[in-house]
């Protein structure tokens, strides 16, 4: 079992930047931060693994978030830049110990309780 907490979320205009935090009560090497916005399914934002040395990212956040992981402290970070009002919604942090690197939700086991993004034009 593996508990995950988020944190870093808020409210911001365009163009802002936020960090979000994810504490894992264990490290796991493959990890992902999700979002979900009100309607919509779930979508795959970035990934990391292979001890944080490759990462994946959705078309939509390329150049503009980064994913990061400190082993040391099992956190799990998404640095939010340039952000635009399509980019709000919920987001989640999420751990599987198969499909690393997928951005597919469906392949993740364990899920934080979710920290809100909004972003205003």
């Known amino acids: 079992q593996v508990q995950l907490v988020e944190s870093g979320g808020g409210s911001v205009q365009t163009g802002g930047s936020l960090r979000l935090s994810c504490v894992a009560s264990k490290y796991t090497s493959c990890m992902g931060w999700f979002r979900q916005a009100p309607g919509k399914e779930r979508e795959g934002v970035a990934s990391?693994?292979?001890?944080?040395?490759?990462?994946n990212y959705a078309d939509s956040v390329k150049g503009r978030f980064t994913i990061s992981q400190d082993n040391g402290r099992s956190t799990l970070y998404l640095q939010m830049q340039s952000l635009k009002p399509e980019d709000t919604a919920t987001y989640y942090c999420a751990a599987t110990g198969f499909f690393c690197g997928s951005l597919d939700y469906r392949r993740y086991i364990y899920w934080g309780q979710g920290t809100q993004v909004t972003v205003s034009s």
């Open positions: 990391i693994y292979n001890g944080g040395g490759s990462t």
